[in-house]
Structures are given as structure tokens and as C-alpha cells.
């Protein structure tokens, strides 16, 4: 009779990453998925209307103006680079 698991360590190595694969996601799941309340609130705003959040990205991004009192740099042409 030929065993095919004890001979085969094939079968082990697929075995062992299918395990890997399972901790990696409850792993995730752990330190990622959002706190149970956050799908209860999520749900209940989803019907009022989408206003943006005061720490929306694009109240992050500082705009590229000159300081007042700083004087803007002076524009050469730019040298050709060989």
C-alpha cells in the first residue's frame, strides 16, 4: 500500500501555509478591523448627507503660498544639463 501523505511532504508544506495564511489574517484582523462601535455609527450616517470631516486631507495640506514678509526667489533660466 502506498501512503501518499508520508511520502509526499508536499502535502505538509501546503498544510503549513494554509496555517500561516490564517494567523496572518486573524492577526490583521486583530490590530486592524475598526472598533465595534464604528460599524453601528457607519451605518446610521450613511442615510444623512456627506459633509466633510474637519480632519479631512485636504484641511492637512498646507498651501505652497510665500510668507508674508518673505520675498519670493528669483527666477533664472534654467541652465541646460548636458
Avoid: E
Avoid at 501523505?5 to 496555517?19: C, D, E, H, I, K
Avoid at 498646507?62 to 518673505?70: E, F, I, K, L, S
Amino acid at each position: 500500500m502506498n501512503n501518499l501523505l508520508s511520502n509526499n511532504p508536499r502535502f505538509y508544506l501546503w498544510g503549513a501555509l494554509a496555517l500561516l495564511l490564517l494567523l496572518n489574517f486573524q492577526t490583521w484582523m486583530r490590530d486592524y478591523a475598526p472598533p465595534p462601535g464604528a460599524t453601528a455609527a457607519a451605518t446610521t450616517s450613511a442615510s444623512a448627507p456627506v459633509t466633510a470631516a474637519p480632519n479631512d486631507l485636504g484641511n492637512r495640506i498646507p498651501d505652497a503660498t510665500t510668507a508674508a514678509g518673505a520675498k519670493p526667489a528669483a527666477s533664472s533660466p534654467a541652465a541646460p544639463v548636458a
